[in-house]
């Protein structure tokens, strides 16, 4: 079992930044690759970044990219997503999720097995 502790969420101005963060514990050693989603009110978990966990290898989706950077810190145990220009459009409640399994694309929710509580970004216009 993988623990998932999400932190940073919160109320922020359109244009502002956020720094989540997703703490991991328990068996780590297990973990290929992590992730973060979003999820608005009534749409689908949206894939927003992940990371390769041996190659440090980053992807972001389209409408996050060149605003959003997921990072890590190996001996915290910790992924972050730095957030930045926000925009309304972003607000959802993000999660972050631990995959077992080696893919050639960790972009699907289905890719993952352990999942965080998730915390609130909410960006005000």
């Known amino acids: 079992q993988v623990q998932l502790v999400e932190s940073g969420g919160g109320l922020v101005q359109a244009g502002g930044s956020l720094r989540l963060s997703c703490a991991a514990s328990?068996?780590?050693?297990?973990?290929?690759?992590m992730g973060w989603f979003r999820q608005a009110p009534g749409k689908e978990r949206e894939f927003v970044a992940s990371?390769?966990?041996?190659?440090?290898?980053?992807v972001h989706a389209d409408s996050v990219k060149g605003r959003f950077t997921i990072s890590r810190d190996m001996a915290q145990n910790t992924v972050y997503l730095q957030m930045n220009s926000l925009k309304p459009e972003d607000t959802a409640v993000y999660y972050c999720a631990v995959s077992t399994i080696y893919f050639t694309s960790y972009s699907q929710p289905g890719s993952y097995v352990y999942w965080g509580q998730g915390t609130q970004v909410t960006v005000s216009s």
């Open positions: 328990g068996r780590t050693f297990s973990r290929t690759a």
């Open positions: 990371l390769r966990w041996s190659t440090g290898l980053t």
